[in-house]
């Protein structure tokens, strides 16, 4: 990914570095330059965009249009599908499971999203001058991003058992009865988030770890002979220029929260009694789409999905004029 | 922790493993049956079973002896995924000549042109119907002709630990067990002090309330499949009658527990001293020491009048197979007399042929249970309840009913909650 710069000069407006706003200032800049380009150039130049662009393509556009078209039928057993208009759109809005589907994806989303200060946090700690063992640290927290979603489920599985799970024996030793957390509508979904949480900060934090590297170190110089404190620097630097990439990353937490289906899959499972309260949107749409054949109700599941995770996305860009600095 | 799931249980260990294979195969899809130039075909032979998966192979060794111009290539794909990939495989039309089919799903199947109609190939053939258990007969039969070859029945039974029994001072179950007995074994049983309870209450529909509802009097669905049965007084008591088990007379785990550890490995770890399980399963409590030693079965207490539920499985063909011929002499093999008793030797499955059910009885299994149990049970068990859209409402129904086990609904209400799920999927289905 691109690297947010930091205030200079000679480039104003500063280049921002999210990928989605990015690329639109980048397009801006080279249009007009393509009617110069020689034919040859150009043939070279899609034929390299070619494999990308095919595989975008037949993967991911035209089943996205297949999907919306879908979304207005009704399906039979196996194939054939019936013209049915916007009766899945009607029926997944008074869907109350898709409803509680709903308010738990956003309770996910927000507790996932509680990764995003504690990356920052952990990544100013290793972004330290002098820390001896950087790189174990840094590996170490990186670790669950490498590591299989199933096997971190399964794991995690364990961990959270109300019989013999180690969260439970490390509750008993202050005199705490845990329950079967991933078994109980009331903890499922907070179960779910912390392993969300677990699992993605390493990512963010090596994101937030570049951005703090593209800090010029004169700044923490000019700012300590000013007196300022580690904890002031912090806050007072770190923060502040590093929220281009804290943007970013909020936005494709966000966007990745909102589809998440794999842990819920994993650790709950369509057979346990609280997965009426810890099922996300997705985990619905494959449960209806997937499992129960009715594949036009399922793509209406997912095109209100997209809405709402446009809706939020345009929003969060909007609001960024507030809080986020180019330099 | 058990990765193999149990044949026809619904109730699974979500093992990544098999989640990573669902998605596996629903990337890939799977191939249909070999090309046949130069006169030697392949037919495909799709199971889910891991447990039965040698004796099916033994079954193809047996039969491409007899037909060496035939290979069968058995394709394991596990219960989790099982559905999944052969309804997209069906759709696609790459589903294996030949696969398994269970009563629940059976009905979709035929309805909707997935399977071939056997009844014109059946007319010239040496197979009778009438071999086979009734029910299960009658179970592969849609709109009068036959789609399915039974396989296989089951039926419940219940489980005990005799060693528990025995240092609790009970006497083990009879055939003369009521419900009254039952409570009152399970309650002398558990014990606190030592976290042993005296019945595990599974939430699982054949092992739970499938099973007492005919035996309270009720039916879970109509005879003429229009209308669901969970509404009657009889329904609501047979599921009362678990979930007291466990809200009001505390003799079982909570459903919490049991979805953290799996009610038949608490089983197998003698913390519950009887559970209703399948005779699928004497192969896997045998397979366990604690279990092989220590536990038996014996028929299940009456509750006010006797019966039950068996489930079982069926071999059917694709409707778009390219070798019908080819198929249906496997077909004919499997429902024959020397595969029903290679499959009642091995222990793992009643034969729904019925004159193979003294060989099971006699199966190695049979020194360490007593397997009469299951054919008790299973004379006077009716047929797993199913209609064409089974898929729709059974699991919205199992859903509700385990609000009834964790005592978030009382069992009417998620008894009529159920019946108006399942009434609204049979009247969607015509």
Redesign the interface.
Known sequence: MTEQTIATTERRPARPSPRPSGSTAGRARTRPKTGNLRKGEAFWGYLLIAPTAIGLLTLSIWPAIQTFSFSFTTWGSFGGHTFTGLDNYVAVLQDPEFGQALINTFLFTGMTLISVPLAIGLAALLNRRGLRGVGVYRTLYFLPVVTLPAAIALVWKLLYNGDFGLVNWFLGIFGVHGVSWLANGSTAIYAIGIVSIWSSIGYNMVLFLAGMQAIPAEYYEAASIDGAGPLRQFFRITVPLITPTTFFVAVITVINSLQAFDLVYLMVGPTSPAIQNAETVVYLFYQKGIIQGQGGYAAAIVFVLLLIILVLTLFQFRFQKRWVHYG | MKIAPSPRR???L????A??ASVAL?LTGCSSGGSGSGGKVTITYGIWDNTQEPVMKQIAAEFEKANPDITVKVQLTPWDSY??KL?TA??GGSAPDTFWMNDANFA??A????IKDLQPMLAKSSVSMSDYVPAQAKAYTYKGDVYGIPKDVDSIALWYNKKLFQEAGVQPPTASWTGDDLLAAAQKLTDPATGVFGIVAQ??DQQSYYTTIPQMGGQVISADKKKSGYDTPEAIKAITFWTDMINKYHVSP????Q???AADNMFEAGKVAMIYEGSWAAAEFAAVPYTKQNADVAPLPTLVKPGGVSNGLGNVMSARTPHPDQAWKWLEFLGGEKAAALQAQSGIVIPAYQSAQDAWLKSPLSKTYNLQAFIDDLKVATAYPSS?AT??WQ?AV??EM??A??G?ETPAEAAHNSATIMNKALAAEK
Do not use: C, H
Request: hydrophobic share 35%; net charge neutral; proline share 0%.
């Open positions: 619904r109730r699974v979500f093992s990544g493993l989640a990573a629903l559905w999944t309804k069906a759709t979709q199947y309805s909707g042109g997935a939430s699982t909570t459903l919490q527990a979805t953290d550890t064409e898929a729709v699991d199992q859903t385990n609000k086990w964790t978030d």
